[in-house]
C-alpha cells in the first residue's frame, strides 16, 4: 500500500514537472494581463495580435518549410542508410556505425561552427540551403538509429526466404522491410521535425537575416520580455503537434488493422 502511493506520487510529481509549464503557458495566451502575472480576464486578442505579425507568421513559416522538408529528406535517406547498415556487410560498416552516435554527441557548438566552416569554403551563401542541409546533417543519425534499433527486432529469415522465393532486392523492401519498419520511420519523421523547429545554436551559425526562422525569432524577442503574441504562437505549436502525434498514431493504428485483416 504505501509503495503503491510512493509510486504514485512518484509519478503525479513527474507529471506535474512535466505538464503545469505547458499548461500555464496555454492559460496565459488567454489572460488579458500582458505581462501574465495576475489574471485579468478571459481573452483572444494576443490571437488577433499574433495574426497581424507579419514577421512572426514569416519566421513561422520559414521553421515550417524547413521543419517538413529537412525531416522528409532526412527519413528517406535515414531510413535506406538503416536498412544497408541491416541487410549488407560491407567494408567500413562499423566505422559508420560508430561515427552516426560521434554526431549524436558532439554539442550543438561544435556542429554549428563545423558547418559554418564548410558553407565558407564551399562559397555557399547563407540562408535556405545552408539551413536545410545543416539540419538534414544533425537529424540524420537519430533517424538512422532508430529505424535500425526497430530492424534489429526483425528475423533475418524471413528476407532469406523471401529472395529463395525470387523477390527481388527492391520487392523486399517495399513489401517486407519498409511495413514492418513504418513505425519506426514516422517515429524518425517527427523527432527530426522537433529537432528542427527546436533548433537554435545550429541555425544561428548557418543561417542568414534575409531567412530567420522561429526559433531565432522567439529568442530575439524574449530578450526584451515575453510577449503575449509568443504565448499565443506556443499555443498554437503545441496543438500543432498534438494533431501530428494524433494522425501519426491513427495511421499506425490503421496499417495494423489493414496487416491483421
Request: hydrophobic share 55%; proline share 3%; aromatic share 12%.
Given at each position: 500500500?504505501?509503495?503503491?502511493?510512493?509510486?504514485?506520487?512518484f509519478?503525479?510529481?513527474?507529471?506535474?514537472?512535466?505538464?503545469?509549464?505547458?499548461?500555464?503557458?496555454?492559460?496565459?495566451?488567454?489572460?488579458?494581463?500582458?505581462?501574465?502575472?495576475?489574471?485579468?480576464?478571459?481573452?483572444?486578442?494576443?490571437?488577433?495580435?499574433?495574426?497581424?505579425?507579419?514577421?512572426?507568421?514569416q519566421?513561422?513559416?520559414?521553421?515550417?518549410?524547413?521543419?517538413?522538408i529537412?525531416?522528409?529528406?532526412?527519413?528517406?535517406?535515414?531510413?535506406?542508410?538503416?536498412?544497408?547498415?541491416?541487410?549488407?556487410?560491407f567494408?567500413?560498416?562499423?566505422?559508420?556505425?560508430?561515427m552516426?552516435?560521434?554526431?549524436?554527441?558532439?554539442?550543438?557548438?561544435?556542429?554549428?561552427?563545423?558547418?559554418?566552416?564548410?558553407?565558407?569554403?564551399l562559397g555557399v551563401?547563407?540562408?535556405?540551403?545552408?539551413?536545410?542541409?545543416?539540419h538534414?546533417?544533425?537529424?540524420?543519425?537519430?533517424?538512422?538509429?532508430?529505424?535500425?534499433a526497430?530492424?534489429?527486432?526483425?528475423?533475418?529469415?524471413?528476407?532469406?526466404?523471401?529472395?529463395?522465393?525470387?523477390?527481388?532486392?527492391?520487392?523486399?523492401?517495399?513489401?517486407?522491410?519498409?511495413?514492418?519498419?513504418?513505425?519506426?520511420?514516422?517515429?524518425?519523421?517527427?523527432?527530426?521535425?522537433?529537432?528542427?523547429?527546436d533548433?537554435?545554436?545550429?541555425?544561428?551559425?548557418?543561417?542568414?537575416?534575409?531567412?530567420?526562422?522561429?526559433?531565432l525569432?522567439?529568442?530575439?524577442?524574449?530578450k526584451?520580455?515575453?510577449?503575449?503574441?509568443?504565448?499565443?504562437?506556443?499555443?498554437?505549436?503545441?496543438?500543432?503537434?498534438?494533431?501530428m502525434?494524433?494522425?501519426?498514431?491513427?495511421?499506425l493504428k490503421?496499417?495494423?488493422?489493414?496487416t491483421?485483416?
Open positions: 500500500m504505501i509503495g503503491r502511493l510512493l509510486r504514485s506520487g509519478l503525479t510529481i513527474i507529471y506535474a514537472y512535466l505538464y503545469i509549464p505547458i499548461i500555464i503557458l496555454i492559460v496565459n495566451s488567454f489572460n488579458a494581463s500582458r505581462f501574465g502575472n495576475q489574471w485579468k480576464g478571459l481573452t483572444i486578442d494576443w490571437y488577433d495580435m499574433l495574426w497581424n505579425n507579419d514577421s512572426l507568421l519566421a513561422a513559416g520559414h521553421s515550417l518549410t524547413i521543419g517538413m529537412s525531416a522528409s529528406c532526412t527519413t528517406l535517406i535515414g531510413s535506406l542508410a538503416a536498412v544497408a547498415l541491416f541487410c549488407y556487410q567494408r567500413g560498416k562499423s566505422f559508420v556505425s560508430g552516426l552516435f560521434v554526431v549524436m554527441m558532439s554539442p550543438d557548438i561544435v556542429m554549428a561552427i563545423s558547418l559554418l566552416l564548410v558553407f565558407m569554403l551563401s547563407l540562408g535556405f540551403w545552408s539551413l536545410l542541409f545543416s538534414i546533417t544533425f537529424c540524420l543519425p537519430f533517424v538512422v538509429i532508430t529505424v535500425y526497430r530492424l534489429k527486432d526483425f528475423d533475418v529469415k524471413i528476407l532469406e526466404a523471401a529472395r529463395d522465393l525470387g523477390a527481388s532486392e527492391l520487392t523486399i523492401l517495399r513489401q517486407i522491410i519498409l511495413p514492418l519498419a513504418l513505425p519506426a520511420v514516422i517515429s524518425g519523421w517527427l523527432l527530426s521535425f522537433t529537432l528542427s523547429m533548433d537554435v545554436v545550429v541555425s544561428s551559425f548557418v543561417t542568414g537575416p534575409a531567412y530567420e526562422i522561429l526559433p525569432k522567439i529568442y530575439s524577442m524574449v526584451i520580455g515575453i510577449s503575449p503574441e509568443v504565448n499565443a504562437l506556443a499555443t498554437v505549436l503545441l496543438l500543432f503537434s498534438l494533431i502525434v494524433l494522425l501519426s498514431q491513427w495511421m490503421r496499417k495494423s488493422i489493414k491483421i485483416n
